[in-house]
């Protein structure tokens, strides 16, 4: 019983840590052609405002939390 639950552990966090890169990877890469988007329209400067930066705060809390409502 205890090895069960010792696998199922390990395979969760392989899971985790595996879909939480590849989240992150495609949230970074949206991010960047967003910025890159905005540079053009605007001065041209690549930057993060507070704002932007507290939005994907609080986004990424919600994901979280309804992550662990499943």
């Known amino acids: ?21 590849l989240v992150g990877i ?6 960047v052609k967003a910025a890159e988007e905005e540079a053009e329209e605007g001065d041209g400067e690549l930057s993060i405002t507070p704002s932007k930066g507290l939005q994907i705060g ?3 809390l919600g994901l979280l939390r309804q992550l662990s409502n499943l």
């Open 1 to 21: 019983m205890e090895e069960q639950r010792s696998q199922f552990k390990r395979k969760a966090m392989l899971v985790g840590i595996l879909g939480g890169a």
């Open 58 to 60: 609080v986004l990424v």
């Open 26 to 31: 495609v949230a970074a890469n949206v991010f």
